[in-house]
């Protein structure tokens, strides 16, 4: 037995079991509906609609706060708000936008690509709200060189808000909750998942199963461990300043191939958009096929974006600014560009070039390289080096939010912070040994255990997130 194989028969059973626990379904009209997405889904709407569609009534007045109208010198943070998006969205912008589609597309059909979009724009309030209380309720600790810690997200406004109704105890259980979650979620959604498709991508470059790599899984794992480590020592300001510079190349780069291909297809645009919406709307399998595309392009929109799960609240805490409405408008801009903008440029790629009609069962990253290279025959080498910065990126993000679940769970220590990324990087090295059936099960199910207190403590804190939009605007107004 190798090394990967060894890994894969003790990885395999473990995310079974979680998986079968956090993603627990129930008879819905015949279909089974997990009901860890349908909490997503209504909190996504209760807020869109509870919010007055802030999404769309205050698009243009977020890329107003982003490009730096609204700015004031002085306010304290790490970060500029750009660094704080890219950050942000350096966890998200990652494979879930290229195997994570394929996911959605092999398994559910071209309707998950309509319901991912849907998930997306209801999803941008929901980021909205986690984000603006990720700042609202940051803390900022002190240290005796001159140094200022600020950390932020969930755990500590789950914490806080319960405290400050008297009701202590709940609040510590559900901050210590969260932070358990995004600690092993970290995992998950980083180190697992991100270097599982980027070791996949490598073998399809490098001959399949006759690569040298094949049975090395462990080996290229171990290559991305060191990349990541030599970042993620440095903190947020170092892996703010990284992502700054790779999320706006790489997602410029994978749009124009994207788009190339979209062009050089042109007039099957109208037959792909009508296939589309079809399977989503009135698919031709029944109710069935609509519930399984439905639920698919839910969980994927889910996994890519983050709405509702709660970790770009982490990203966003160290900001410099005093205006915690303000950078929750800027967070929402997450989604749009992440789900509504590149997540569709990928599906369109792959309705429009035929590719999931020869899936074989649940394909990832494979079935993108596939639909690209019908088009650009070379393309698959530009994507494989476009798969390594997005999983790069993302695994440098989701390394930052798993420290700060670590030091809100055992202290401010930097015993604490080198520990986590030590076994953190160790589990980069099991994410490339693992296939991806038991890889998808594990990332998911640890990162979507987050919407649970995540979501609970927005319904909390509702009221207070509508008064403070209202003075918000009334202090712009008075000025």
Known sequence: MNIDQAIEDRLGPASEAIASFVFYSVPVMGQEVKLILAWLVIAALFFTFYLGFINIRYFAHAIAILRGKYDKPGASGHINRFQALTTSLSGT?????????????????????????????????????????????????????????????PMYYLRDAFNNRDIPYIGNIMGAFFAVCVLFGAIGAGSLFQTNQTYQQLLTISGGQESFFADKGWLVG????????????????????????????????????????????????????????????????????????????????????????????????????????????????GPFIDTIIICMVTAFVIVISGAYMDKDGMEGVELTSRAFASSISWFPYVLAFTVFLFAYSTLISWSYYGVKGATFLFGEHSAVEIGYKLFYCLAVIVGASANLGSVINITDSLVFAMAVPNIIGLYLLAPEIKSDIRKYFQDIENK
């Open 222 to 333: 171990l290559c991305m461990a060191v990349l990541v480590g030599i970042v993620i020592i440095g903190g947020i300001k170092s892996i703010a300043a990284v992502a700054s510079k790779i999320v706006p190349v790489m997602g410029i780069v994978y749009l124009l191939a994207g788009f190339v291909v979209i062009a050089m297809n042109y007039q099957q645009i109208p037959e792909s958009l009508l296939i589309i919406v079809k399977e989503a709307l009135v698919p031709e399998a029944g109710l069935g096929a609509l519930f399984g595309a439905l639920l698919m392009g839910v969980q994927r929109a889910s996994f890519s974006n983050e709405a509702g799960l709660g970790s770009a609240a982490i990203a966003h805490s160290s900001v410099k600014t005093d205006q915690p409405v303000s950078q929750g408008f800027v967070g929402m801009l």
């Open 93 to 153: 912008v990652g494979l879930g936008n290229i195997a994570g589609v394929a996911v959605a597309v092999s398994v559910g059909g071209p309707g998950a690509v309509f319901w991912m979009a849907m998930m997306g724009l209801f999803g941008m309030t929901v980021k909205f709200a986690e984000v603006m209380l990720g700042v609202k309720y940051r803390h900022e600790k002190h240290l005796p060189d001159g140094r200022v810690k600020i950390s932020g997200g």
